[in-house]
């Protein structure tokens, strides 16, 4: 079966009014089968705004992704 990890980070842990901060998400498939019809759910901590959200897909040893 599929075995989804995923990972959060942060690049800074306090952020003045203004100033911009940076979330990754990374999602690996670390089972022996497929994952699909994956949806993948995430909320801004209280008080951020999401003015640009970039999501990029890495698709590597014959496996896929798609937004």
Do not use: C, H, W, Y
Not at 7 to 18: P, W
Request: glycine content about 10%.
């Amino acid at each position: 079966p599929a075995k989804l990890m995923l990972e959060k980070t942060v690049d800074q842990s306090e952020v003045n009014a203004g100033e911009t901060v940076n979330f990754t998400i990374m999602a690996r498939n670390v089972g022996g089968s497929s994952a699909t019809n994956i949806k993948l759910v995430d909320v801004l901590p209280k008080g951020l705004i999401g003015l640009l959200i970039a999501i990029i897909f890495l698709a590597s040893m014959g496996s896929t992704a798609s937004g």
